[in-house]
């Protein structure tokens, strides 16, 4: 029999109540499953913060493990009631944190960060919270074994912060390591190097890790458990009348990603397409209940195109470099991204014209991009225009392209309440038709596209 991999997330791991709601849903499952966790939430956060001051501050590295010390022994005896049981795997608690204090004064000491300290560095909210949920599963009768990715084989391409899985390397170790038939506890969002290393799989990077292994295993499926009621045709905190989605196609899953929805990382389905392994999406609050919310899988159009969701994201940027033919003059969108890539600065979507390149970035990236243009100024660009606190809104369903008079109606309805749309983009994929606002505008914009197409 298939396994099926499990992948719990850090908002199902805030509480007491929500380690009950786990231990819930692997008993209902009643089989093996290989189980993929994030960070308890809001310790990724916590450690990125506290890499910059341990650099000159060394008191704040005893700060840093006496608050996850405690916090991790406040759950521990939430959740186990015997003493000696519940000692024991607070040792264990400490011992990983012992490792991790080390890698924090080795900064201090060196004056810096480099690379594949801050990879090893974070990946300790996943580390800790497989642990923490291998011990507790135990202590409720669970039979269950902490797997960790170095030890497993999950080799990358040996890229730091947002790594990708070496399928090549990873599918036979991997497949090997989780054959027995048993309860493997995982924790996501890092991969090992052919050297060793430890490599993030970059923010969000756990759902990635969990269809990763569920690749090399050949998994049944990969069950997403949120708390959210799956995909739903738009954020229902806007939209109270959003209608939920019961099934998805990979592209229209990685659009919607990709556009904002939060519930998948944008990677996830990646790993998945070639072996047409299905995506689970279920609600941790109706813990037990294992009858899929919204499924994502290989979907069949018939030449008919169906609109599934209007979804949008606030963290798009727009970079305007403006100059008289740069759009077809050989060699300056390769000079500029070439600049962006060596400084890290993930490039999001690209729209030419004769007279403009608009880079599309993350809104963080945006004064850093600025900067390093006027600094290394690109031939022929005499311009150089940064447009920030923007919002895209996205149409997504698989063939929307084909379907007459979306774009218009699109266009119209936002029109019609007095929005000025800045872009608006058809054709980039046979899956997605998007347009971009001023951020003030975007609620109603939302609001009036969704009834457009949503009645």
Not at 79 to 97: G, H, P, S, T
Not at 174 to 203: K, T
Request: with cysteine.
């Amino acid at each position: 029999m298939k396994k099926i991999v499990v992948k719990f997330g850090g908002s199902n791991l805030k509480t007491k109540e929500d380690i009950g709601k786990i231990i819930k849903t692997i008993r209902a499952y009643n089989r093996p499953l290989v189980i993929v966790v994030s960070a308890f939430y809001g310790i990724t956060n916590y450690l990125t913060e506290g890499l910059e001051t341990v650099l000159d501050d060394e008191t704040h590295i005893t700060a840093m493990i006496d608050f996850m010390k405690n916090l991790k022994r406040e759950t521990l005896e939430e959740n186990i009631d015997d003493e000696v049981f519940r000692a024991a795997a607070y040792e264990k608690v400490k011992i990983r944190l012992e490792q991790l204090h080390k890698f924090l004064l080795g900064i201090h000491y060196i004056g810096e960060v480099p690379d594949f300290i801050e990879d090893q560095v974070l990946s300790y909210g996943e580390k800790l919270s497989s642990l923490m949920l291998t011990l507790i599963l135990k202590y409720n009768g669970i039979d269950s074994v902490e797997a960790m990715p170095e030890d497993i084989g999950l080799v990358t391409d040996g890229a730091f912060r947002n790594a990708s899985i070496d399928f090549e390397r990873s599918t036979e170790p991997v497949s090997r390591a989780l054959s027995e038939e048993r309860i493997f506890i995982i924790p996501g969002f890092y991969g090992v190097s052919a050297e060793g290393r430890v490599n993030l799989l970059g923010r969000g990077g756990s759902d990635y890790s969990a269809a990763a292994i569920a690749s090399c295993i050949d998994a049944e499926s990969l069950d997403v458990w949120k708390d959210v009621n799956g995909y739903m045709s738009a954020d229902p905190g806007l939209i109270p009348t959003a209608r939920r989605i019961e099934n998805l196609s990979y592209n229209e899953a990685a659009e919607l990603s990709y556009f904002g929805a939060k519930i998948l990382h944008p990677r996830t389905v990646e790993p998945l397409l070639k072996q047409k392994i299905p995506v689970k999406i279920f609600n941790i609050n109706d813990a037990g209940n294992i009858h899929p919310l919204t499924v994502i899988g290989e979907q069949k159009l018939n030449g008919i195109s169906m609109l599934k969701s209007v979804t949008y994201s606030d963290s798009f940027a727009i970079l305007k470099l403006e100059g008289a033919g740069v759009g077809i003059k050989e060699g300056i969108l390769a000079e500029v991204t070439t600049l962006l890539d060596r400084n890290r600065i993930n490039i999001k979507s690209v729209v030419t014209s004769q007279t403009a390149i608009n880079i599309y970035l993350d809104s963080p990236d945006l004064t850093g991009a600025k900067t390093l243009l006027e600094k290394y100024p690109p031939h022929a660009v005499t311009s150089i225009i940064p447009q920030d606190n923007l919002s895209i809104i996205a149409l997504v369903g698989d063939g929307l392209i084909h379907s007459q008079g979306l774009a218009y109606r699109m266009i119209g309805a936002v029109a019609e309440q007095g929005i000025d749309l800045k872009i608006v983009s058809v054709g980039a994929s046979d899956s997605a038709v998007y347009c971009v606002v001023d951020r003030n505008d975007r609620e109603k914009a939302v609001m009036v596209i969704h009834e457009a197409f949503f009645k």
